[in-house]
């Protein structure tokens, strides 16, 4: 059974704690971080001058009206319960554009106060356009006020300015989230330009210099060049599986291949070949390494030492590089520490993004920042841990955690192999 309430409200004065509240809720609004917290500083601080049960803020979508708030200040109640109730009262708010002030009694036989329910509904307006409702809900009465409806109708301006306030928050937020990204591609562009451009530079100044007609090159030059298309050939193709495993990698489509590898074997094959690659840095592999196996993809894992220690030959020349292993409970910990210029702490938490590289002076330094990206992602499909530690001056250590085992060996390769 619903009734309405008296529509003329009489004119009146607030008294003095009325308008303190007014004062304090205004102050309340200016400070608050958000339009909840908003909304719980105005129930706070309302509730001494205007005693309501629930409060429900409604807003309009394109179709539908949703609670977007709802605090149940009374006792007992369940707020499911309460927003339902609320519902009507926003319904005819926002048909209407008017304030609705109506009193619902519960047919069923409710023995507390909740069977009659005085709703109060205010519409909340922005810029002309009826944006939601605010509904509040008392218990068995008595009736709202006419100081308090205007309480009701000043806090609803309120409201409506702070959803005005954050939908612009929101949208600067999302303007400049839309920057970043566009800066980011195109800085993206531009490095990785530079990154292939570099190579195939090389390559084809040094072809068409072999080609021309007007110069013999002798046996050794000829070598030489041909030693650099070589070798920047290499690298460009390098940079370009670089690339396409760090977009199957952040699109989680690059397949691991888990199978069963003697890890001290696996290090000492890793560090021959570093030796062989760069002349500028020396390898120590820790002595007496413990037997130990693990279940992991070797060629992947081989890439992340391979970029740890290219990286080291890159950053840290001229120095030492020890690779040690701790044998934890669950998982081996491996150590790369280089005893290179170290990383300025401000960089470390960094260091792993895709397209992160440290600014420094030296821009002869040739990367993309997608190396240890690649790691981490590698490292992780592993369900181990990559991290690092520095200190300027006195070097690096990264840090490799890999569980002993994996949930799934694969199966395909492993039956591949005990066939062949
Ligand atoms: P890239 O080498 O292509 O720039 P990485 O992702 O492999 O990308 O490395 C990111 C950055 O981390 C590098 O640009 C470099 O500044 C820094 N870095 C990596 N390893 C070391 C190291 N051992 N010592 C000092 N700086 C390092």
């Not at 708030?69 to 926002?94: D, F, M, N, P």
């Not at 605010?134 to 959803?163: H, K, M, N, S």
């Not at 591609?185 to 990154?195: G, K, M, R, V």
């Amino acid at each position: 059974m619903e009734q309405a309430e008296a529509e003329s409200i009489p004119p009146s004065t607030l008294r003095p704690e009325e308008l303190e509240a007014v004062y304090a809720i205004s102050r309340a609004v200016a400070l608050a971080e958000n339009i909840d917290s908003a909304l719980d500083e105005i129930i706070r601080l309302a509730r001494p001058v205007f005693i309501f049960d629930n409060m429900v803020l409604y807003l309009r979508g394109k179709d539908t009206v949703e609670p977007a708030y709802a605090r149940a200040i009374g006792r007992g109640r369940y707020k499911e319960a309460e927003l339902s109730w609320g519902e009507t009262t926003a319904h005819e708010v926002l048909h209407t554009g008017k304030l609705s002030s109506r009193i619902e009694e519960s047919s069923e036989k409710v023995a507390d106060r909740t069977r009659v329910r005085h709703l109060l509904g205010l519409p909340l307006f922005l810029e002309s356009q009826l944006e939601g409702a605010l509904v509040f809900i008392r218990f068995g009465g008595p009736p709202y006020t006419p100081d308090q409806v205007r309480l009701a109708e000043f806090i609803a301006g309120l409201v409506a300015q702070l959803i005005g306030h954050d939908r612009l928050v929101k949208r600067i937020a999302h303007l400049e989230a839309e920057r970043k990204l566009n800066q980011l591609q195109e800085d993206f562009i531009a490095t990785i330009s530079h990154e292939l451009l570099t190579p195939l530079g090389f390559i084809k100044g040094y072809a068409t210099t072999l080609l021309r007609d007007d110069i013999t090159w002798d046996e050794e030059t000829r070598r030489e060049f041909l030693t650099i298309i070589d070798e920047e050939s290499d690298r460009l193709r390098e940079l370009i599986e670089n690339l396409m495993d760090s977009s199957r990698l952040q699109a989680g489509t690059l397949k691991m291949s888990f199978q069963p590898l003697r890890l001290d074997a696996f290090l000492r094959d890793i560090v021959l070949r570093a030796l062989s690659l760069h002349d500028n840095i020396r390898i120590e592999l820790q002595k007496e390494l413990p037997e130990l196996r693990i279940v992991a993809d070797a060629t992947r894992l081989a890439q992340v030492f391979d970029n740890l220690l290219t990286n080291a030959s890159k950053y840290a020349p001229q120095s030492t590089v020890t690779i040690s292993v701790r044998e934890e409970p669950q998982a081996v910990h491996i150590c790369v520490s280089d005893n290179g210029p170290g990383i300025a702490p401000q960089h470390l938490g960094s260091l792993f993004k895709r397209f992160f590289r440290v600014p420094t002076p030296d821009r002869n330094i040739r990367g993309t920042g997608l190396g240890l990206f690649i790691c981490r992602q590698i490292v992780q499909a592993h369900r181990g841990e990559i991290w690092a530690e520095s200190q300027l001056g006195h070097g690096t250590t990264f840090h490799i955690r890999l569980p002993y085992s994996q949930p799934k060996l694969d199966h395909d390769l492993s039956l591949r192999e005990s066939s062949s």
